[in-house]
Every structure is written in C-alpha cells, then in structure tokens.
C-alpha cells in the first residue's frame, strides 16, 4: 500500500513508530501553533485594537506568521521523517527565527498602535 507523500516514505527503513508518532505530534503543535497566529491575526482586527493603521499591520503580520507557520509544519514534518527513514541527523528547527522576530514585531505594533 502507497503512503503520502512518496517523497518521504520511498526511502530508507520503517523508523521505530515512536520517534514518527513524535514527528507527528510536533507536527500538530505547528499547526496549533499556526491557528493562534491568524486567531491572533483576526482578534485584532475584529475587536479594533488600537490605530487602525498600525492594528492591520499587526494583524497582517499575524496571519503571514500564521501561514509561514503552516509552511514550516508541512516541511519539518517531511524532513524529519525522511531523516528518521535514512538514519541521518534530524534538521534544525530553520525558520523558528523568523517566527519569533515576526511575533516581536507584530506586538511592537500593536503597542505603537495603542500609544497613539
């Protein structure tokens, strides 16, 4: 029986299904992790938090966060997989970064906002 995605599962040996059950579960905690970020995103905007201006940046800044989020999940999930299927050493985290300075920068936002 063929798996999705080919691309990961053509590869290597079964890993141990705890170490792919654990690549699963972070997996689902990006994707929380995303569903916050446009939670977030939309909160603002809704509940018309601070400048308008400002408060579209945010929340813009939000839902990109959110969507480079869903991306980062799908991709860590793979590369992690395929690691475990070949025996190599797992990927860093790669864009965890750029979601952290994506966060500061939204609630600096939002702060100006407020201030104004």
Do not use: C, K
């Amino acid at each position: 029986m063929a798996r999705f995605p080919r691309s990961v599962y053509r590869d290597g040996d079964e890993p141990d299904p705890r170490f792919s059950l654990a690549n699963e579960r972070t997996f689902l905690a990006w994707i929380r992790t995303a569903l916050a970020l446009v939670a977030a995103g939309v909160a603002i905007e809704v509940l018309e938090v601070g400048h308008p201006a400002w408060r579209l940046a945010a929340a813009l800044v939000f839902v990109v966060l959110g969507l480079v989020a869903i991306v980062r999940a799908w991709f860590g999930w793979a590369g992690t997989e395929r690691a475990l299927r070949r025996g190599q050493p797992l990927p860093g985290p790669g864009i965890g970064v750029v979601l952290v300075a994506g966060v500061v920068i939204a609630v600096v936002l939002v702060g100006i906002g407020l201030v104004l």
